[in-house]
């Protein structure tokens, strides 16, 4: 952790150069332009989509397993859990942390 955020302080200098425009070669690209696919629509609402399509698939799959895993607690010892719950757990995190990150642009 703190090797990282040493890296990122050194490297915040230079970032910042990157970004400044120089004359002789015109401002940065931004990649804010959009590319249009053949068929004539826009590459990014294709992406926005697509990425929207597979958070409701996956937001649906989160729905299920949380609810497999509170009928797993429910089954179970109240100070004590399997592997297993832990893990299922574990992927519901994960899940849930891909839609996060889908949704972000991460």
């Known amino acids: 952790m703190l090797r990282r955020s040493a890296l990122a302080l050194c490297l915040l200098p230079v970032s910042g150069l990157a970004q400044t425009p120089r004359p002789d070669l015109g401002a940065p690209d931004t990649g804010d332009h959009d590319v249009q696919l ?17 958070n409701l698939k996956d937001a ?11 009928e797993t607690m ?16 574990e992927e519901i995190e994960k899940l849930a942390h891909r839609i996060r990150a889908r949704m972000r642009h991460d």
């Open 60 to 70: 649906a799959k989160l729905a299920e397993m949380a609810d497999e895993l509170k």
């Open 38 to 54: 053949p068929n004539g629509k826009s590459q990014r609402d294709e992406i926005l989509k697509a990425e929207h399509e597979q």
């Open 74 to 89: 429910e089954k179970e010892d109240r100070n004590v859990f399997s592997i297993n719950t832990m893990k299922k757990a």
